[in-house]
């Protein structure tokens, strides 16, 4: 049996399948039972915040025809674009009472002194949930917290394509040509890779970032697995919420009259599984 | 028979967060508004219950700023990136536009 004076750490992934990986995000985070961190990955998606209006954020023909997906999440925050060469860090304190600033500065400290154990310089964070190198944004988080636990969770960008990222979210395209955004609104980013000039494996970055955390938050580490029962609540949580335009396409219909019909489809066909997805749900066994 | 008209507006809180709102004028009736963007909320789901309510909204152009205000208040809600006022803001700076618009810029 695990103490509470440690920090459970696993990776826990389904890139083939970005809903489901969202799914047992939030299971993660409501039924972890000790502090909890969590690794993984996602294959091609933009994720958005809890309060997104997916026309107002994506360009989601492009998305289509470029072979990526659309997902809402739990938290707040603003949308961030997810490949394979993008990490992500999620962590569950249950029995912390910290304000979302609170949070966000734990956990971005402790990035921050990970990326610079691994060798990257002039790396800080930046309120309200950046983390920067030299100007240059590499990790934004999102968090959310409730009356018995916080959570925070971030994406980095290790080796991720990031000119797909100005292509599909929507903010970049329309200020882009605007010389008065391009400073201000169009936030520069960089990857780990690109400021260290070596390719760096995800398995480095994990070690990394538990250390960090770990000496941070007094825990020590305690590597481990999901177990059964979230997996399969998180399969329920899939069908219910995350494999849904009910979630996904929130707020859309009231802007229904902005969007044209053939971004309408587009974005119906992303923000579900494919029949490829689904299949691949079918074959992990959890019914 | 004339058409709902659309208007969205945007506002990024200086060193903050973006917040966008987007009306449905129908006539003098505003028929729904929705807040987008990349704040934070504390509790969400106050927030969420909030959007709800006013996606579904039906009052006068004129009452709709501070109807929206009042509901906001009410709610005691903790934002993180923008403030309440920011919300409340570009929504009245939207309802002065009377062509359709995709998010425009408020910010100062």
């Known amino acids: ?287 | 028979m004339s058409k709902a008209l659309i208007v969205c507006g945007e506002k990024k809180h200086a060193g903050g967060k973006i917040v966008k709102v987007c009306v449905k004028i129908f006539e003098d009736l505003v028929k729904g508004v929705v807040i987008s963007g990349d704040f934070f909320v504390d509790p969400a789901e106050d927030f969420e219950e909030l959007l709800q309510e006013l996606a579904k909204i039906e009052v006068k152009r004129e009452e709709v700023t501070a109807l929206v205000s009042e509901l906001l208040k009410k709610k005691k809600l903790d934002f993180s990136g923008i403030t309440m006022e920011d919300v409340v803001e570009v929504l009245s700076r939207v309802l002065q536009q009377n062509q359709e618009s995709f998010l425009k810029d408020f910010s100062s």
């Open chain 1, 1 to 287: 049996m695990s103490n509470s004076r440690s920090l459970r750490v696993f990776v826990a992934e389904w890139p083939e399948n970005q809903f489901f990986n969202l799914a047992f995000e939030e299971v993660f985070y409501t039924e972890s039972k000790q502090p909890t961190l969590r690794f993984w990955r996602n294959d091609k998606v933009v994720v958005i915040g809890r309060f997104q209006s997916p026309p107002l954020e994506i360009n989601a023909v492009e998305a289509r025809d470029l072979g990526i997906k659309l997902v809402r999440r739990f938290t707040g925050g603003g949308a961030v674009y997810h490949d394979l060469g993008n990490v992500n860090y999620a962590l569950t304190l249950p029995g912390y009472n910290l304000s979302i600033e609170e949070s966000f500065s734990v956990v971005g400290s402790a990035v921050v002194e990970a990326l610079s154990s691994l060798g990257v310089n002039k790396v800080y964070y930046r309120p309200l949930n950046d983390i920067e190198v030299d100007g240059l944004k590499v990790s934004g988080m999102a968090a959310c917290r409730s009356h018995d636990r916080v959570f925070i969770h971030g994406a980095m960008l290790v080796s991720s394509d990031i000119s797909i990222l100005w292509k599909v979210l929507k903010i970049s395209r329309e200020k882009l040509s605007d010389k008065k955004f391009t400073q201000s609104r169009v936030k520069r980013v960089t990857t780990v890779n690109e400021v260290l000039g070596k390719t760096v494996r995800p398995e480095e970055l994990y070690k990394a970032i538990s250390e960090a955390l770990s000496r941070k938050l007094g825990l020590e580490i305690e590597w481990s697995e999901p177990q059964k029962s979230e997996l399969k609540k998180a399969l329920d949580l899939y069908k219910k919420k995350y494999a849904t335009l009910e979630w996904n396409l929130k707020y859309v219909d009231e802007v229904r009259d902005l969007v044209s019909d053939e971004e309408y489809e587009a974005l119906k066909e992303i923000a579900r599984p494919s029949e490829k997805q689904e299949k691949f749900i079918e074959v992990l066994g959890l019914e």
